[in-house]
């Protein structure tokens, strides 16, 4: 039963997140929402990494690329996001992450020399035409590019990681990423904004979320998917990512999307599935 729960609870746990920071982000500025978010989270990620008495080791050979992929994973996927969210409803920015895994996949092939066989093309295509149909056709450049700069430090620095740091154990490698990622947003926010924060139940609620449920505990289990399970089985949570987002937005936020939007997510929903589907045979 293991195996085939957990994605789901990623899932729900990574979908929940674009509400919970589109609530958040009423008291607080977007950088510095991820700022605390990712300080927060990297510091208790090193003091779990401690507990457990888990080996530094692997991270001396390897810590300028861990914290090179966290700036772009964690540190610019999350503040542009953050930062579009702030005129953006939270559905379309989950549907333009949903397409992440599979941008990922296919960008593994010239950058990895990984395979691709036609379905997952299919899937590709399936996917982006969900994005250009979710994605709103009235958002201005600044949004968009945004959006288009947070899917860029999610497959990115996967790619990067994947590429330069493998071979690094889940859990320390997140730590490091964390602090990466911390310090990228850090920075965003002392120069690219005032920031202000108004601590109220909802900001505060939002914050405890996002990080104990998403950056700590949601990828805790990515992880532990990833090192037990494999890849295929750790990204097949992002299958219900898309949908689960709009469900939790029009139950906590009012949010409602248009006709052309629903089929956007079914589509992206199809690709995703294609992108990471092998056939036993295969």
Request: proline share 6%; aromatic share 10%.
């Amino acid at each position: 039963m293991l195996p085939a729960t957990l994605p789901f609870v990623f899932a729900i746990l990574w979908a929940s997140s674009y509400a919970a920071a589109k609530t958040g982000l009423a008291d607080i500025s977007p950088y510095a929402f991820v700022a605390l978010r990712l300080s927060i989270a990297a510091a208790a990620a090193i003091v779990v990494v401690l507990v457990l008495k888990r080996p530094w080791g692997p991270v001396h050979r390897r810590w300028p690329h861990l914290l090179i992929g966290g700036a772009l994973v964690h540190g610019l996927a999350l503040s542009t996001a953050h930062a579009a969210l702030v005129s953006v409803a939270a559905t379309p920015t989950a549907l333009v992450h949903a397409f992440h895994p599979i941008l990922t996949a296919a960008l593994g092939v010239l950058v990895l020399g990984e395979t691709f066989r036609w379905w997952q093309w299919l899937g590709f295509a399936l996917g982006l035409a969900g994005v250009v149909l979710g994605v709103p056709h009235d958002a201005d450049y600044g949004i968009m590019a945004l959006l288009a700069l947070s899917l860029f430090g999610l497959s990115g620095g996967t790619l990067y990681l994947k590429k330069f740091a493998a071979d690094v154990p889940p859990f320390e490698a997140t730590a490091v990423q964390l602090i990466g990622g911390a310090l990228l947003a850090i920075a965003l926010a002392a120069f690219l904004e005032t920031p202000h924060v108004h601590w109220t139940p909802s900001l505060i609620a939002a914050m405890t979320w996002n990080v104990l449920f998403m950056s700590i505990g949601g990828m805790a289990i990515y992880n532990f998917m990833m090192d037990r399970y494999g890849a295929a089985k750790a990204a097949s949570g992002f299958f219900v990512v898309p949908g689960a987002s709009a469900l939790i937005a029009w139950a906590l936020l009012d949010e409602h999307l248009k006709p052309a939007a629903l089929i956007g997510l079914a589509a992206a929903t199809l690709g995703v599935a294609l992108v990471w589907w092998k056939p036993r045979a295969i």
